[in-house]
């Protein structure tokens, strides 16, 4: 599937969207040097209020991913969603350790990437 289609497939799944920077070369191809978050923050002419910006409308989505292709896919997390992300990123202090995340309890079955 290309992003179009993961974008409706969340938005189908009652997952607000929206488009962030893609990576080209390695790095965000938003502009800024050292990019503190590449890939990973709105893509700001087409998702101008940012996350507030993420919608279901397909409408919508299939006219921001015609404009930009290659955007990577935010997903609003949290209300709107019903989505809870927890991140365990070693890069970041987290430690991937199964064992550090069993003690925050049982999880009901649910994405993981």
């Known amino acids: 599937m290309n992003p179009l289609e993961h974008a409706l497939n969340y938005a189908s799944r009652g997952w607000p969207v929206l488009p962030v920077w893609p990576i080209k070369d390695g790095l965000c191809s938003c502009g800024i040097a050292n990019c503190e978050h590449p890939g990973k923050h ?5 998702a101008p209020n940012g996350r507030n910006s993420a919608t279901t409308d397909p409408v919508i989505i299939r006219r921001w ?3 930009n292709p290659d955007a990577n896919i935010g997903i609003a997390t949290g209300p709107e969603s019903r989505l809870v992300l927890v991140d365990n990123d070693p890069r970041h202090g987290g430690n991937n350790s199964k064992k550090k995340l069993e003690r925050l309890g049982n999880f009901p079955y649910t994405v993981m990437a």
Do not use: Y
């Open 65 to 67: 991913w015609t404009k």
């Open 42 to 46: 709105p893509l700001g002419k087409l």
